[in-house]
């Protein structure tokens, strides 16, 4: 089955709308969509081009936890993206 356009755009505001809410936030993804649109969205969470939304704007630093913007991300590990703030902590 394919989503049509207007699901997918839906998708695309309530990624964003969460993704603002968890930025700057150690909260679960759970918890943001929970807080932004209710807990009878949690199922977004399994939801493909939802979370495709979501890593288009933030990520979750691997060292510290916290939602970051995209624009913040300082560099990849085998783990996972981590923060500037943890950048300094890093053997290079
Ligand atoms: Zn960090």
């Not at 918890?31 to 890593?55: A, K, M, P, T």
């Amino acid at each position: 089955m394919t989503a049509t356009s207007d699901k997918l755009d839906l998708w695309r505001k309530q990624a964003n709308d969460v993704a603002h809410h968890l930025s700057g936030t150690t909260k679960s993804l759970e918890q943001g969509i929970s807080d932004v649109l209710g807990e009878e969205f949690l199922h977004l969470e399994d939801n493909r081009e939802f979370l495709l939304n979501i890593d288009d704007k933030i990520f979750t630093c691997v060292t510290c936890g916290w939602w970051y913007e995209n624009s913040e991300n300082a560099g990849e590990r085998q783990n996972g993206f981590y923060c500037f703030d943890c950048d300094d902590g890093w053997v290079k």
